[in-house]
């Protein structure tokens, strides 16, 4: 049916529409899921929708995320079509299944992106927005306002935070125009090093924390999640309060696939679904959707999004859907207290109460996911252990010894008196983010589920900062160290009646990021016209800042400058771009530093290498053996800053490496003197070379960037592995996912190691090497992945060690953090 429209309210039964939240009293509910894709498949609502639905039933779960496109609903400027999402709502309703619908992508008339640009588009994805909630006014209490603009291919041809925060100010105002109780939640963030801090803070800076209403943001971890989930969520909630108010979270987005590291294991997806979500609740998450109800495709393990769904792409339901369902049983009546960091040796958990029976439950695992360990807990009368799959069986009351898992059980009936101090008296943030000099608030809070608390501090170790327990005033004085601090106080706690009061003593921690007033950042980067250096001035500040930074190039002693002085001002809580063209008065002859100082800070160097462009002056003959190598300037891998990962243990003489790299007209050369303890171990398939010794060389093409999100078609990561699963050295384009066709590669042991040399033609990678000239800059950084056959490493994680050049953990996915390589005759 199409619709023109009319702004007409659809009622139920002629009466005023009332959502499935509140009809079925949904709201509380802290899970939810991505399950039905119904919009993806309308016409199969009677089949795979109704499928789902059961599935869904059956789990316990009454909330379904799904998309609502604008190109489909609107085909054509002002003309518009319901019938999809009428048929969406008429679905779930009937099911009882509250939508949460995400407005997104772009209109039907965009060519070639899915972005909207200027000023018009954003008003008519606003106009869209008006119309779809007011048709469904009182019956989606909740609306997403895009999905993961920070990344392609959702927000194309780039992710742009200040066109993304144009259209959430447009879209949040005429959502509430249509129906002034609706919940605006955004900014529905892809995982990027793992939230994405930069894209967020850009929005924040330009206002985006007073549009939305919940905090939307999404993550995927296959890796044990006991310390980075607390920790993001920390990061998220101290970010919200630092440019306003701290807003209800939700993860609209989390998975865990089956298939990791090579291995289909679904006995540890479904241990890790359920420990997701249980540290998400714990510490201050309000809602979950699971991402995937239904796996894609059960026929690729390679792709490990295919593997994340609860149920395989066949109909049959993994251990996670079990799992999840006790999960929901056990977790969805009960009032989550809080963690519960230590049980044992490794064991930890989350303290749940029971409002109807004023019973306590403890759910609890290890972290290592493989093993058991038995640990005593009080229980009471009456007390049972739920499996992690639902069978129960009562425990004796007392202090039984109760095995743990890496799967999460449920202990129910444990003593409030053994847990309830440590999980439900906190600081009211889990972390601060403070400037030198700068006053904040930090109290102490006590869970609801404590009856007439008395809280009392003790003693507290401020870690250099001051704090008053009384009035929760919060201060870094002058001097205080930048980075981050603990604060500790020692509380005495007691609850209950005159009779029965219980009295305990617990120590609480809360952080402090203390930071610059003023922080620096500064990224090269190339145009037609030259190179130039682009960066930010941020001012954490309560007041505005007038100052100069000027650029600066730096090797072993000798500097100059890169661009000269230049005058900034920056608004309180606010930031700065600058923008200067760059001349190298001296061609680079070696590695360099570039940096920008000002407002007595430095921005964090850039790494820069000459890359000599031209045939060589002697041929090079890829055989392992690098003497042809000794007069070309090297770029050195092997300082303490670089090591990504695992930098307990590690020495330059373990892992470290001198790389060259050459550009010639119809490829490039690479060559690597790696120092290794323990040389060429690698008996992976090319396409996991990563996992153990190998060399990445990281490339892109159209110059130095700040954009955080890969373009394919400009930037390349290359592996290269000095042996492999066949005993023969390798060349691949992981994004490819492919060998690098025409490529050759040979390696060598060597007294400290061994040495790699590779030469890849311009065609294998489907480069353009016409436009390269002397004087053009382009994104690179080089990297060693190195595996002794000696090491070890906890069940989940990745044994070895990674060194990177000038960027991060996250070359593979960010090229902001790259280094710059500039072509130089040679």
Known sequence: ??????????????????????????????????????????????????????????????????????HVVEPEPGRFDFSRPDLAIATFEKAGVQWYPILCYGAAWFKDRTGPQTEDEFAAFAHFANRIVSRYRGRVPYWSVWNEPNIAPFWTPRPNPDHYARLLRLAAAAIRKADPKAKVCAPAIAPIGPWDRAFTERLFQLGGLRDLDVFDYHYYRNGSPEEEVPTEIAEIRATMRRYGKEKPIWVSETGVSTWFDGVESPERQAALVVRNQLLCLAHGVS?????????????????????????????????????????????????????????????????????????????????????????????????????????????????????????????????????????GVR?????????????????????????????????????????????????????????????????????????????????????????????????????????????????????????????????????????????????????????????????????????????????????????????????????????????????????????????SGWEPESASARFWCRFAPEGFFLAAEVTDDDPMVNDEPPYTMWRMDSVELYLGLGGP??????????????????TSQDGKPDAFWFHEDRPIAGARVAARRTRQGYALEAWVPWSGIRADASRFRPGMAVGLDFKINDRDRRDRAP?????????????????????????????VRG
């Open 1 to 70: 049916m199409l619709t023109i429209v009319t702004g007409a309210l659809l009622a139920v039964g002629g009466m005023q529409a009332t959502s499935v939240a509140a009809q079925r009293g949904l709201e509380a509910s802290p899970f939810a899921i991505n399950g039905t894709k119904l919009f993806h498949v309308p016409g199969e609502v009677s089949t795979t929708v109704a499928r789902r639905l059961a599935w869904m039933k059956e789990l316990g779960v009454r909330w379904d995320r799904t998309d609502l496109w604008w």
């Open 287 to 423: 809602r979950v959707f699971y991402f995937d109800l239904q796996n894609w495709f059960d026929d690729q393990p390679q792709t490990w999004d295919t593997h994340l769904g609860l149920v395989k792409a066949s109909g049959e339901p993994k251990p996670s859907f079990h799992a999840y369902r006790t999960l929901v049983r056990e977790v969805g009546r009960r009032r989550v207290v809080g963690p519960i960091r230590a049980l044992g040796k490794s064991g930890t958990g989350v303290l749940l109460y029971d409002r109807a029976t004023g019973r306590y439950t403890l759910a609890a695992w290890i972290r290592p996911l493989s093993g058991t360990e038995s640990v005593p807990l009080a229980t009471l009368p009456g007390a049972e252990q739920v499996g992690p799959y639902g069978d129960r069986r009562p425990l004796a009351p007392g202090e039984p010894s109760v095995v743990l898992s890496p799967n999460p059980a449920f202990f129910v009936g444990v003593r409030s008196d053994r847990f309830l101090a440590e999980a």
């Open 427 to 647: 600081f009211d943030a889990p972390l601060t983010i403070l400037a030198v000099g700068e006053t904040g608030s930090l109290r102490l809070v006590t869970d609801a589920s404590i009856p007439n608390p008395s809280v009392s501090v003790r003693r507290v170790e401020a870690d250099g900062l001051d704090w008053n327990p009384i009035t929760g005033r919060l201060r870094a004085p002058k001097g205080t160290e930048i980075g981050l601090r603990v604060l500790r106080a020692h509380v005495a706690v007691s609850w209950g009646g005159r009779r029965d009061r219980v009295r305990r003593t617990v120590v609480v921690e809360a952080k402090v990021r203390v930071e610059p007033a003023v922080t620096v950042t500064m990224r090269p980067g190339w145009s037609g016209q030259g190179i130039f250096a682009a960066g930010t001035v941020k001012n954490s500040g309560t007041r505005d800042i007038r100052g100069r930074i000027e650029g600066m190039r730096q090797a072993g002693t000798w500097s100059t400058t890169l661009f000269p002085s230049m005058p900034v001002r920056v608004a309180a809580r606010g930031e700065a771009a600058f923008r200067a063209p760059i001349a190298l008065a001296t061609a680079p002859k070696g590695e360099e530093i570039w940096t920008v100082r000002g407002f007595l800070e430095q921005a964090r160097p850039v790494w820069m290498y000459p890359v000599p462009l031209g045939e060589p002056p002697s041929p090079i003959v890829v055989d392992g053996r690098l003497g042809e190598w000794e007069a070309t300037p090297a770029a050195l891998v092997g300082r303490a800053s670089q090591v990504v990962r695992n930098p």
């Open 705 to 722: 960037t700040a954009r955080t999100v890969l373009d394919k078609s400009l930037e390349y990561q290359l592996g290269f592995a000095p």
């Open 795 to 823: 069940a989940g994680e990745m044994p070895g060690r990674d060194l990177v050049w000038n960027g991060t953990g996250a070359n593979w996915i960010d090229p902001s953090n790259w280094g710059i390589g500039v072509l």
